[in-house]
T-cell receptor, first 113, second 112 residues
Framework: DAGITQSPRHKVTETGTPVTLRCHQT?????MYWYRQDPGHGLRLIHY???????DKGEVSDGYSVSRSKTEDFLLTLESATSSQTSVYFC????????????FGPGTRLTVL | DQQVKQNSPSLSVQEGRISILNCDYT??????FLWYKKYPAEGPTFLIS?????DKNEDGRFTVFLNKSAKHLSLHIVPSQPGDSAVYFC???????????FGTGTRLKVLA
């Protein structure tokens, strides 16, 4: 299995609080992604990174920011969490050349009350 | 606007029979397609992929077919096994990008 971990695995927070989710990889892959999974919507891309300090927006980026200061870490921040951001968040990585399959982390279940 | 569509939210199949999962897309600039399987409380795992220059790719019990003119792909699982019960997502890669656009998923249940 690809070495991808996510932390925390579960989190309950209140509306208006900041939240940071962490994705850590040991594969040295260039590309990293954050998705959210919601019933009826499948997996939707929030942000992705194509290198250290290089990031771009996905389909549902409003309310989220990301940072990547090291190859192995990709952070997703909800500056002021809202109930609509209650979801399961998945991090993924993909390889260095061409279009490769993505390897997903185990997910973080976030509940915003 | 959903660019990748899986119109069947669920599918039930008897063990040993064929499972056919369908996926439609709207963007002719997609040039690589992938299928993922997802069990509850786990991340999706890669299953099989196909490039737009091909119309078929096979890997063991799994075969993916691509019909570019119809903008349609399908995943065939033969024979289906109870362990195949999961949610299946198709995904597409727009040409020249490293983004992937996923469908909404189809829940497959293989009945023993």
């Amino acid at each position: 299995d690809a070495g991808i971990t996510q932390s925390p695995r579960h989190k309950v927070t209140e509306t208006g609080t900041p939240v940071t989710l962490r994705c850590h990889q040991t594969e040295n892959h260039r590309y990293m992604y954050w998705y959210r999974q919601d019933p009826g919507h499948g997996l939707r891309l929030i942000h992705y990174s194509y290198g250290v300090k290089d990031t771009d927006k996905g389909e549902v980026s409003d309310g989220y920011s990301v940072s990547r200061s090291k190859t192995e870490d990709f952070l997703l921040t909800l500056e002021s969490a809202t109930s609509s951001q209650t979801s399961v968040y998945f991090c993924a990585i993909s390889g260095p050349a061409g279009v490769n399959e993505q390897f997903f982390g185990p997910g973080t279940r976030l509940t915003v009350l | 606007d959903q660019q990748v569509k899986q119109n069947s939210p669920s599918l039930s199949v008897q063990e040993g029979r064929i499972s056919i999962l369908n996926c439609d897309y709207t963007n002719s600039m997609f040039d690589y397609f992938l299928w993922y399987k997802k069990y509850p409380a786990e991340g999706p795992t890669f299953l099989i992929s196909i490039s737009s220059i091909k119309d078929k790719n096979e890997d063991g019990r799994f075969t993916v077919f691509l019909n570019k003119s119809a903008k349609h792909l399908s995943l065939h699982i033969v024979p289906s096994q109870p362990g195949d019960s999961a949610v299946y997502f198709c995904a597409a890669n727009p040409s020249g990008t490293y983004k992937y656009i996923f469908g909404t998923g189809t829940r497959l249940k293989v009945l023993a």
